[in-house]
């Protein structure tokens, strides 16, 4: 079964809650690793070695859980397996997003963003609308961690996966 592993604390609260229904994941190979119809495995940080997460905080529990246990950051009571559920994948579209320079200013360092489909380029409602269904507040906090993690100054390529939760 193919997975699908998250570690963005920003998206933590809308995943657990699984009000998150959507994400959007690099294309290294020639076609999207996880196709419509497929069962997907969630987690939270995956390859981590911890089994439990604060519900709260998102920090890990390094501990043997037992009745009583408290997160050692916030407190809070209440943990989450790392195994957060299956979703079933409905729908799988192609972008490429770009960060270029903004015109006409030289003494700054002025970015805006770019996404593309095969149809065209998003406008900005539809490009606040992506990053919103992602779990990201503004598009600004997506373009941020999309490009701190592929580094979007050469054009890249994604899938936006949209999904069920099971
Ligand atoms: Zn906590």
Redesign the pocket.
């Known amino acids: 079964m193919p997975c699908l592993s998250f570690t963005e604390k920003k998206i933590f609260k809308p995943l657990i809650e699984r009000k998150k229904l959507q994400t959007i994941r690099a294309v290294n190979g020639d076609k999207p690793r996880i196709i419509k119809g497929d069962i997907v495995k969630v987690f939270w940080n995956q390859r981590s070695s911890n089994k439990f997460y604060?519900k709260?905080?998102?920090?890990p529990f390094k501990n043997t859980l037992i009745s009583g246990s408290r997160?050692e950051?916030?407190?809070?009571d209440e943990f989450i397996n790392k195994v957060l559920g299956k979703v079933k994948i409905t729908d799988v579209r192609e972008i490429w997003m770009k960060k270029v320079k903004t015109e006409g200013r030289k003494q700054t360092e002025d970015f805006r963003f770019i996404i593309k489909d095969k149809y065209g380029s998003f406008n900005m409602a539809q490009v606040e609308q992506l990053a919103i269904d992602d779990g990201f507040e503004t598009s600004y906090d997506m373009f941020e961690f999309f490009d701190t993690n592929y580094d979007l100054r050469k054009a890249k390529r994604f899938a936006i996966y949209n999904f069920q939760w099971m």
């Open positions: 604060c709260k905080c998102s920090s997160c950051f916030c407190g809070s």
